[in-house]
């Protein structure tokens, strides 16, 4: 019998009611082409190659791929390695991409994606402390800098929670699944190396204002111009807020 393996971050979803829900979510199109992380036995994959020909699957666990073989049809292909060494080329083919990821690196994953302009939408399953990151508002305790990198360039919408029980392991938390939909927003404001530059200072330490994390690039007159509370601490900020800064610190250089 095959068992999860810890140094994978595997746990399996055996839920076919979860199963068919993201089934549901997808939005299937004879054009787009689909790439699934971690595909582990196939349970999800089994689904969706019933609606699409144009299937891909990324599996790092060599017994998996094993198991794997004997489920997948002729037109869905199958590629053995970790997602973080595939290069930008690689993801170019594909719209859309989907898995059930490995908690421990859920988020570097999902970072992976952004510059891969072609890749549209993805749908992940994660934990939902990430979940509830990538949804936060303005002011709210998540609001962090994932909310506001992954923000800038995915508008990101939490479809639902999944229990432990879905998988097998069951995970000691609760899981989420989200849909990312690519915008282009801001991509005329200000290059993402330089509002990545600003985020990463303003949440510097979480539990200080932005008088004390922008120390170094802004002082006091700079706030007033800006029209932004010193006091604030970058949680009370929106993404339109900090492009401004963004954009007055590069003017002002």
């Known amino acids: 019998m095959i068992k999860a393996k810890k140094k994978f971050g595997q746990n399996f979803l055996i839920d076919n009611q979860i199963i068919k829900l993201i089934v549901d979510e997808i939005k299937f199109t004879e054009t787009n082409k689909y790439l699934e992380i971690g595909p582990g036995m196939g349970a999800l994959s089994s689904e969706l190659q019933k609606k699409t020909k144009n299937l891909d699957l990324i599996e790092i666990d060599p017994d998996m791929i094993k198991i794997l073989r004997g489920k997948i049809n002729v037109t869905t292909h199958l590629f053995e390695g970790d997602v973080l060494s595939f290069d930008d080329k690689f993801f170019e083919k594909y719209n859309v991409v989907l898995g059930n990821l490995p908690y421990y690196i859920a988020t570097e994953i999902i970072f992976r994606f952004i510059p891969i302009n072609n890749v549209d939408i993805l749908y992940f399953m994660v934990q939902k402390e990430v979940a509830d990151r990538l949804v936060a508002k303005m002011g709210s305790k998540e609001n962090s800098i994932l909310t506001n990198l992954i923000g800038f360039n995915f508008r990101a919408e939490k479809c639902f929670d999944i229990k432990p029980e879905s998988f097998d392991p069951p995970p000691k938390v609760t899981s989420s699944f989200i849909k990312l939909t690519r915008h282009r927003d801001y991509v005329n404001e200000i290059k993402y190396a330089d509002f990545k530059k ?56």
């Open 198 to 253: 600003i985020i990463k200072e303003s949440f510097k330490f979480k539990r200080k204002n932005l008088k004390n994390n922008l120390k170094d690039i802004l002082n006091l007159t700079d706030f007033d111009n800006l029209e932004i509370l010193p006091t604030n601490r970058a949680e009370d900020l929106s993404i339109e807020d900090f492009i401004k800064i963004t954009k007055y610190v590069i003017s002002n250089a």
